[in-house]
């Protein structure tokens, strides 16, 4: 069996990036069922929970914001709420900017629009726009920005 060769940490890492890319299959699928959202909410923990032990400020910031995403998806906004400053403190507290800052920024801002905070949801749209004038690559730049006129396109 695979896993027997594994080390340790190289199956918590196996665990956490399988769950990534679980959950990230979860977001994308077009018609979920309620047991798709709970496997969802599921996996997204249990990456973020291997990340833990593990990774680096930079997989915690990534992971707390896929869960964000996640509990936003659902309209769970405390609980987006909850994970996407979670998100933002892990890219502040490590000197993280660029993508990931502007998306923990973003993830702050959905969870304020899921939660029918205008104005709170305006102020983080400004810090994930000054945000995205950081990123360098043209090509994550222009991906976060059309994931960021996800949150309010009449902008």
């Not at 399988?18 to 979860?26: A, C, I, S, Y």
């Not at 680096?56 to 709420?81: C, D, H, K």
């Not at 969870?111 to 983080?124: C, F, S, T």
Request: hydrophobic share 40%; net charge negative; proline share 1%.
């Amino acid at each position: 069996m695979d896993s027997e060769k594994l080390t340790e940490q190289e199956w918590h890492k196996k665990q956490a990036i399988v769950n990534f890319n679980l959950t990230w299959d979860l977001i994308d699928k077009k018609d979920r069922t309620a047991e798709d959202d709970l496997l969802m909410i599921h996996a997204a923990h249990a990456s973020r929970f291997h990340w833990g032990v593990v990774g680096t400020p930079i997989e915690f910031a990534r992971g707390e914001w896929q869960v964000s995403r996640v509990y936003s998806l659902l309209n769970m906004a405390e609980s987006a709420l909850y994970h996407g400053e979670l998100s933002l403190k892990y890219c502040t507290d490590n000197a993280i900017s660029g993508f990931d800052l502007a998306f923990g920024y973003e993830a702050v801002a959905r969870a304020y629009m899921i939660a029918g905070k205008r104005d709170r949801m305006d102020e983080y749209m400004k810090l994930a726009r000054e945000a995205a004038d950081l990123i360098e690559d043209e090509q994550d730049r222009n991906y976060f920005l059309s994931e960021l006129e996800t949150i309010a396109p009449q902008q």
